[in-house]
């Protein structure tokens, strides 16, 4: 039978809680941005194609994305951001849009 946590381990165990806590509710807000720039540091053409671009990400539906990514289950160590990117990703895929395309 494992030995009882000391108190200094169980304070420590609730720091961590906390602090993973905090930086969630900090970066939260930050997803969709920081996903967008991980998109755009993967498919550099993407930086050039302006508004259709922007027209994709409003035909996807960002908010709806997010929202689905905070509900998903998730593998230990994925963040909200991961997900969130992985699902832009996907939709993006899904509707064909090639740099060619983006680019026109």
Do not use: N
């Amino acid at each position: 039978m494992p030995a009882a946590a000391t108190p200094r381990q169980q304070s420590h165990k609730r720091r961590a809680t906390a602090d993973g806590q905090i930086r969630r509710a900090l970066m939260e807000p930050l997803a969709p941005v920081v996903s967008l720039c991980l998109l755009l540091a993967e498919k550099l053409a993407w930086r050039e194609s302006g508004e259709a671009l922007v027209s994709a990400f409003d035909d996807i539906g960002v908010a709806a994305e997010l929202d689905r990514a905070r509900t998903a289950p998730k593998l230990k160590g994925r963040t909200l951001t991961m997900e969130l990117t992985s699902r832009l990703r996907r939709k993006l895929a899904d509707r064909t849009l090639s740099t060619a395309k983006l680019a026109a």
